[in-house]
């Protein structure tokens, strides 16, 4: 079945530090990768998404390519700011729209 | 346009209660899911949706819980009786489309639910 493998945390930060997510997937077909942001005491957030190989999703200076030949969606942001600080998922998609979602990465940006 | 709206938003009982879950999905979403989030992991789904037709609830453990979607729009998820590790938070989500496509799920702010 599908499943999503992506960086433990927690990672710490400076502020305008770059940053990495890593996420790897396996799946059968072709899953569309999502990330999804989870700030303190609020629900889940659709940060970026990507359909299909090569495809790079972004939105908030954040930034994921979907690789499948190295079968990863890592997440990037060039400079990072305290208000980023989250919980970010990795998430795949599969038939009949059941996402399986990694286990979150904790972000914190330190000023 | 109102997102995902869910109540309560915390829930304290003691075990062996019954508690109940409200979610009303995105207008004309057909599909809506419940899922599982405890501590320090991802949401794992627990039942999902096609207008008022359970699809996927192969992960709901039915001795003790059920929900229903009646008129296919909003949903009550139920836990009889609660158990201590039902503590956790319990996430609605909802998307457009049906069955084969792989839509954007928009969620909810979640419902915290602490056993006692």
């Known amino acids: 079945g599908n499943s999503v493998t992506q960086m433990e945390g927690p990672v710490t930060l400076s502020e305008e530090a770059f940053l990495t997510i890593n996420c790897t997937y396996t799946a059968t077909g072709y899953p569309s990768l999502f990330w999804y942001v989870q700030y303190p005491g609020e629900g889940l957030q659709l940060l970026l998404k990507a359909t299909k190989a090569d495809d790079k999703g972004s939105n908030k200076g954040f930034e994921a390519t979907y690789r499948k030949e190295t079968t990863s969606f890592h997440l990037e942001k060039g400079s990072v700011q305290v208000s980023d600080s989250a919980v970010y998922f990795c998430?795949?998609?599969?038939?009949?729209?059941?996402?399986?979602f990694g286990t979150g990465t904790s972000l914190t940006v330190i000023p | 346009e109102a997102g995902v709206v869910q109540s309560p938003r915390y829930k304290i009982i003691e075990k062996k209660q019954p508690v109940a879950f409200w979610c009303n999905p995105i207008s004309g979403h057909n599909t809506l899911y419940w899922y599982l989030q405890n501590l320090g992991q991802g949401p794992e789904l627990l039942i999902r949706?096609?207008?008022?037709?359970?699809?996927?609830d192969s992960q709901l453990p039915k001795d003790r819980f059920s929900a229903e979607r009646l008129k296919g729009v909003d949903s009550t998820l139920k836990i009889q009786p609660a158990e201590l590790g039902d503590s956790a938070v319990y996430l609605c989500?909802?998307?457009?489309?049906?069955?084969?496509?792989?839509?954007?799920?928009?969620f909810g702010p979640g419902t915290r639910l602490t056993v006692l």
């Open positions: 998430a795949t998609g599969a038939p009949g729209n059941q996402f399986y």
């Open positions: 949706y096609e207008n008022e037709e359970a699809v996927d």
């Open positions: 989500a909802s998307s457009w489309g049906l069955a084969g496509e792989q839509d954007t799920q928009y």
